[in-house]
T-cell receptor, first 113, second 120 residues
Framework: KQEVTQIPAALSVPEGENLVLNCSFTDSAIYNLQWFRQDPGKGLTSLLL?????REQTSGRLNASLDKSSGRSTLYIAASQPGDSATYLC????????????FGTGTRLTIIP | EAGVAQSPRYKIIEKRQSVAFWCNPISGHATLYWYQQILGQGPKLLIQ????????DSQLPKDRFSAERLKGVDSTLKIQPAKLEDSAVYLC??????????????????FGPGTRLTVT
């Protein structure tokens, strides 16, 4: 059974700093990995999707890496802004013949102005 | 393009009452998902539809939860009777369906704003 863990559960950093969020998964036989953002009271917004054959994806100030063999992914946020404050969720697609998206519990990020 | 629509946004009911949630997916998306997200946890898949057929409902508490997707478009999720532990955000998502790129399956799910249910 796939399990996804995100550490830390919460993180506060001053505005302008670069930061890294971590995600680990137990079954390395994944098809892809997604990073989502969730604002309070809102749904999920997909930030980046990395295919299993890829090592990283970039979008603006966001860079996500994937090391499938070790079961790890990181989300790097450059030059953080107060608007980046949200919960960030990692999810992996796995399960041959019964593909399912398994989510981590998220990291609640607060950027201090 | 319009996103995934859900209603209501908030609902407060007493335990043992019934409640229903509605979801309208993105036009043309064949696959529809209902997730339950308890506070402090990641979303958990309750049921997945492909058009109007159920693909996976293994984590749906069938003694009290039911869902349908008539005509393969919008969907309703019902809880009857509700329990205190059903308090959560119920998220609906849709996707074009499972497709393949470079020989590997992939899809991207688009989420609605969710319905926050409080059971007292």
């Amino acid at each position: 059974k796939q399990e996804v863990t995100q550490i830390p559960a919460a993180l506060s950093v001053p505005e302008g700093e670069n930061l890294v969020l971590n995600c680990s998964f137990t079954d390395s036989a994944i098809y892809n990995l997604q990073w989502f953002r969730q604002d309070p009271g809102k749904g999920l917004t997909s930030l980046l999707l990395i295919q299993s054959s890829q090592r990283e994806q970039t979008s603006g100030r966001l860079n996500a890496s994937l090391d499938k063999s070790s079961g790890r992914s990181t989300l790097y946020i450059a030059a953080s802004q107060p608007g980046d404050s949200a919960t960030y969720l990692c999810a992996v697609l796995s399960g041959f013949g019964n593909e399912k998206l398994t989510f981590g519990t998220g990291t609640r990020l607060t950027i201090i102005p | 393009e319009a996103g995934v629509a859900q209603s209501p946004r908030y609902k407060i009911i007493e335990k043992r009452q019934s409640v229903a949630f509605w979801c309208n997916p993105i036009s043309g998306h064949a696959t529809l998902y209902w997730y339950q997200q308890i506070l402090g946890q990641g979303p958990k898949l309750l049921i997945q539809f492909q058009n109007n057929g159920v693909v996976d409902d293994s984590q749906l508490p069938k003694d009290r939860f039911s869902a349908e997707r008539l005509k393969g478009v919008d969907s309703t999720l019902k809880i009857q009777p509700a329990k205190l532990e059903d308090s959560a955000v119920y998220l609906c998502a849709s996707s074009l369906g499972l497709w393949f790129t470079s020989g590997a399956p992939s899809y991207e799910q688009y989420f609605g704003p969710g319905t926050r249910l409080t059971v007292t």
